[in-house]
């Protein structure tokens, strides 16, 4: 990515602390600076753009040694995946010469990580930082970090711009690689550094990573989602769908097996859809799923699927055994037609209880798992009476 393309999705505000409440905030910034705000209808967007790969990331020289005698405390909220992105961040940092602590009291970089799934979550990480306010107050130079995907809001992030001068670095969830050039910034600017792309976003391999555990691990196979469920926001704060190439995956996976990892979860916002963006190749989540069970690794899970992309060709190398673990979470949301179309699910009633139907005939013995979403609004009794029907003939190990 050049840097045009890099100013045209990137804000980066020099925010003054001032404790003051005004009705005009430009006091604050230096628009010569503004680039552009994150934006979910520009996020919204789906271009015929060809997915950037690069495959020779490097963390520049000059930034190695930046964390030298700082240590480092991320705390994550939400899903599998911002879990992964921290692995992610805590592999930079390392990387940088930081070292991690448990202690939010002596940490020189603090950074949520976050989730914008629910309201309840967004709230907690806003009660969180200002928690932290304490903590800018007796250690100046401590770095206070938000990132993740509240950070794709703009209402977010112009929350914080006006109320929360104690965060230093706002930053997204597609230039989680750029976090060494945030970091300087932050550290030379003593002012608030923003930088949150709003484009659909490019597949980084190469990243450090610091697993959290030795036993699990998770392995991303592609990012974004395309599907707009009128609820969720994810396709607009994670970008389109795009695969990373299945050489790159498979090398992982066996490098995670030589290091005597015993289960591994794929990863992607609608796992389902995995391939259909690689042009080159006809290659999907079935076949991924076929070269993967060749690998010592003994256990292989994979979340989230979609209904709507689920395939024969799944259902049959799950149904062959071997290390593909036949415990499928399968999101229905609602038991009613209606409803499900309100959702923009792009299924009914009738195909979900068929492609399960298919599945346990492949399958007698598969765990079944979904989501559900009660009281959509203007949902009624009889219509959250056909989700309950629909629950008991499917026969859900649990739900969330």
């Known amino acids: 990515m050049n840097e045009e393309q890099r100013k045209a999705g990137t804000i980066d505000v020099l925010a003054q602390r001032d404790s003051k409440e005004e009705k005009d905030y430009s006091k604050y910034f230096n628009f010569e600076h503004v680039y552009q705000p994150p934006s979910l209808k520009d996020a919204k967007k789906r271009g015929k753009e060809t997915v950037q790969y690069n495959r020779d990331f490097q963390i520049d020289e000059k930034f190695r040694g930046m964390g030298k005698g700082r240590t480092f405390l991320i705390k994550t909220y939400g899903c599998q995946m911002n879990a992964h992105d921290t692995e992610v961040m805590a592999g930079i940092l390392t990387a940088l010469g930081y070292t991690p602590t448990e202690d939010v009291n002596t940490a020189d970089v603090i950074l949520l990580n976050t989730c914008a799934i629910r309201e309840n979550a967004e709230n907690k990480v806003f009660g969180e930082i200002g928690n932290l306010k304490h903590i800018k107050q007796e250690r100046p130079d401590c770095l206070i970090g938000v990132c993740g995907c509240m950070s794709q809001e703009e209402s977010v992030v112009n929350k914080i711009l006006k109320s929360y001068q104690n965060v230093d670095m706002i930053f997204g969830t597609h230039n989680i690689h750029r976090l060494p ?57 994670r970008g389109k769908e795009r695969s990373r190439r299945p050489e790159d995956i498979i090398e992982e996976v066996r490098d995670l097996a030589r290091q005597g990892y015993q289960e591994i979860t794929l990863l992607g916002q609608n796992v389902n859809a ?17 070269d993967i069970s060749k690998i010592d690794i003994p256990r292989v899970r994979f979340t989230t699927s979609h209904p709507w992309d689920f395939t024969d060709r799944m259902i049959e ?9 036949p415990h499928i979470h399968l999101p229905v949301q609602s038991g009613n037609d209606q409803v499900l179309k309100i959702m923009g699910r792009k299924y009914t009633r009738e195909s979900y209880l068929d492609l399960v139907a298919r599945i346990k005939a492949a399958m007698p013995d598969v765990a079944l798992t979904t989501d559900i979403i009660v009281g959509y609004p203007n949902e009624t009794e009889a219509q959250f009476e056909e989700t309950l029907s629909l629950y008991e003939a499917v026969g859900f190990e649990h739900a969330y």
């Open 181 to 237: 050039q945030i970091l300087e910034e932050a550290y030379l600017s003593k002012a608030m550094v923003v930088e949150v792309w709003s484009k659909e976003g490019d597949v980084i391999e190469n990243l450090p990573k610091v697993r959290q555990g030795r036993i699990k691990a998770w392995v991303n196979i592609m990012y974004g989602c395309d599907k707009f469920c009128t609820y969720c926001i994810v396709p607009f704060t």
């Open 274 to 290: 995995y391939g259909k963006d690689i042009e080159d190749l006809e290659y999907g989540l079935g076949d991924l799923l076929a």
């Open 317 to 325: 190398v799950i149904a062959e055994g071997g290390n593909i673990v």
